[in-house]
């Protein structure tokens, strides 16, 4: 196995030397060929006269003090009545329906498509009222709001923990014997035991509103809420603690940020909108028409669709070729809209790697390697984000040992930051305490617990760091998350039945991570910096979206599982699947996995160190585990077409034109969020599967 790891690494550093020579002598070459074609499209984006407003300076004007802070009375209510709606949306599209699922996304089209509604009614109040239309730093409270409470409703947080409350008792039978396996160790104040109760759940036909269901699941509904909560509220005393060094130091990008904070320009006291302007309109109208015909043939069969990908794997049908597995060509308008604010060498780092994983396969094919999951992709993407962690860490060390040092000294410093520093500090030992103890009292073992939330963490502080720095359409990790890191550190044999038995729900949270919590605190704090929203009102607002939201989506989850039947019981069945192999068929510590695992760690190491002593080295030590996450295979052509655009634009036009081309892209996300919101909206209405931008 030490042989194969060794030609691996081997491999991927042969194949990026010869391929950035090969890439610098190909741009010099294709820049000539297209250099006509491009000055053709910069006469033509000069006749549309399109304006000249995009900035990245803050933008938003002074208003009155009343309403200049953002986080004011009627944002906050105005968010909290919001979010019953986004959060039974959510719930019935991604567990009733499984069609749209938001929250896998980067960034939340219904939450985009609510402060989109929420501008058009706001220009009308200007027109009558006008001193009582909304500022931009209230319609950005409102999405901040909003943000979290969808994030909290999401697929890979909550939804997945209810789904396993109930499911070793109902699913157990004599052949499986969960029974004499589980139900010892699963705890009363976690589930429901009785199967009055648990008869509607998973048949349906019924009312979650009777008093009897209402006091009987109310206890776990309460410490679930409530840990889901200490969560979020973790992350986000981690979050208040490095905000400054990544957007006042840094100045990290955040891409995701783009589309909601130019939006809100369209507000009546704001001159310059990019609402405004007519090449966001082009955007948005040749996504929409591309969602509208692809809808109607989806709902009426003999209607022609307009084709979004073909897949290359077909013509390989052979060995080696084959091994490489599907190589999908895709062109998703929201997908190449949201990777054109991406920095170049990002974008470019993204799909070149992309290209690496496929020659890993095919290179493993090749020498005859027949492991089981070569070249170990999940294991890899796992310890390149526990790279980044350690990495961003340790770049931020000199602020961090400040902090440290303001602590001990007992300085207050920075007192504009959303929570003082001790208090962030005090918040992040004691939330972490919780989470331990609230784990240890369910059953784990106190250093399982320890081991496993301190593993969580880092790979969001990770994800936090990839948001921030590319601003990916979707990230994750494939069921290789703390749980699977430990039991192959210490092999399940060596795991006791309690601890094993209490993990999972915390297996279905961790198993993707797609909606982590903490990469939405840090954004929404960036929208706050650009539009002078005071951070610590925001902070509590936030937190006032978890604690509604948590609440909202276990009764949601409730209702419709007493009116439908067993909505998501596949999760929360596969979670104890997994833990019953692992009883049954105790393992050793997993070899495999751990050197796949470290060497994802060294290539972000060897990587950064790269860039760091390199100015010509232009892979992003980022785009590794994007680039290998299971999804991004469709995803790499409309980074390519992005990549290749940009490239084009600024080398020809410079910063000007990429600022005129910007609106475009982001009407191709608009368009896609205003179609999938309102097909979603569809399909509930008429109880029919709807057409779904996301094609992945």
Not at 146 to 153: C, N, Q, Y
Not at 440 to 457: L, P, T
Request: charged share 15%; glycine share 6%; proline share 5%.
């Amino acid at each position: 196995m030490e042989i194969l790891i060794t030609n691996h690494v081997i491999l991927y550093l042969l194949f990026l030397s010869k391929f950035q020579e090969k890439v610098a002598s190909l741009q010099i070459h294709f820049c000539t060929i297209i250099k006509e074609f491009a000055k053709l499209v910069l006469i033509f984006l000069s006749k549309l006269n399109l304006k000249q407003n995009f900035s990245e300076r803050s933008i938003f004007p002074k208003f009155h003090k009343k309403y200049a802070e953002g986080v004011t009375w009627r944002a906050v209510l105005l968010s909290i009545v919001l979010t019953p709606i986004n959060v039974y949306l959510v719930v019935q599209w991604e567990t009733v329906w499984g069609t749209q699922y938001p929250t896998t996304m980067g960034i939340f089209f219904s939450a985009i498509f609510c402060l989109l509604v929420l501008i058009g009614i706001n220009r009308l109040i200007h027109f009558v009222v006008p001193n009582q239309a909304l500022v931009p730093a209230e319609l950005l409270t409102i999405y901040a709001m909003l943000s979290m409470a969808i994030t909290v409703s999401g697929h890979d947080f909550s939804q997945t923990i209810f789904c396993t409350v109930a499911i070793s008792r109902w699913y157990a039978t004599p052949e499986n014997e969960w029974a004499n396996l589980f139900w010892h160790y699963v705890p009363d104040w976690l589930s429901v035991n009785d199967f009055d109760l648990l008869n509607g759940f998973f048949r349906g036909e019924s009312y979650f509103l009777q008093k009897n269901y209402v006091l009987g699941w109310l206890q776990p509904m309460i410490w679930w809420s409530t840990f889901l909560t200490v969560t979020v509220f973790t992350m986000l005393c981690l979050t208040v603690i490095i905000r400054r060094q990544w957007i006042e130091k840094e100045k990290l990008g955040y891409p995701l940020v783009h589309l909601p904070q130019q939006m809100v320009l369209s507000t009546p006291r704001e001159d310059r909108s990019i609402l405004s302007n007519r090449f966001l309109w082009v955007g948005v109208g040749l996504a929409t028409t591309i969602d509208l015909l692809n809808g109607f043939a989806y709902l009426l069969p003999h209607i022609p669709s307009i084709p979004m990908s073909y897949d290359l794997h077909t013509h390989f049908t052979s060995r080696p070729l084959n091994s490489m597995g599907k190589i999908p060509i895709q062109w998703n308008p929201y997908v190449i809209g949201l990777a054109f604010p991406i920095p170049l060498d990002l974008l470019f780092s993204c799909w070149v790697l992309f290209l690496v994983w496929k020659m890993e396969r095919l290179f493993g094919s090749i020498v005859g390697i027949n492991t089981p999951n070569y070249p170990f992709p999940d294991q890899q993407i796992l310890g390149a984000y526990l790279g980044i962690a350690l990495v961003v860490l340790w770049l931020a060390r000199k602020s961090l040992a400040q902090i440290a040092h303001g602590l001990i000294k007992g300085k207050n410093e920075h007192q504009d930051e959303p929570m003082s520093y001790h208090a962030a500090a005090v918040g992040l030992l004691l939330g972490f305490i919780f989470l331990v103890l609230f784990s240890y009292q369910a059953g784990m073992s106190m250093a399982f617990s320890v081991s496993f939330f301190v593993i969580y963490f880092f790979i969001a502080f990770g994800f936090t760091r990839m948001r921030a720095e590319l601003g990916p359409p979707l990230q994750g990790i494939h069921y290789s998350g703390p749980l699977q890191l430990i039991v192959a550190v210490l092999g399940s044999r060596r795991l006791s039945r309690s601890t094993l038995t209490a993990s999972a729900p915390y297996w279905t949270f961790t198993k993707e991570i797609r909606n982590n919590p903490m990469p939405f605190l840090l954004e929404n704090f960036k929208l706050a910096e650009s539009a002078g929203i005071n951070t610590r009102k925001l902070c509590w607002a936030m937190m006032l979206a978890v604690c509604v939201s948590a609440f909202l989506t276990f009764f949601v989850f409730l209702q419709l599982s007493y009116q439908y039947g067993s909505i998501g019981a596949g999760r929360g069945r596969t979670a104890y699947t997994i833990i019953e192999r692992w009883l049954n068929k105790p393992q050793e510590t997993d070899i495999p996995f751990l050197l796949a695992t470290l060497v994802g760690f060294i290539i972000v190491l060897f990587n950064t160190v790269l860039r760091l002593r390199f100015i010509w080295w232009q892979l992003h030590p980022l785009g590794y585990p994007l680039a290998g996450y299971y999804h991004f295979e469709k995803l790499w052509f409309p980074f390519f077409l992005s990549w290749l655009i940009k490239w084009i634009c600024i080398k020809q036009g410079g910063i000007k034109s990429y600022r005129r081309l910007l609106p475009f892209f982001l009407g191709l996300v608009l368009g896609e969020f205003i179609c999938g919101s309102i097909w979603g909206i569809i399909g509930l209405i008429t109880s029919e599967r709807t057409y779904t931008f996301k094609n992945w």
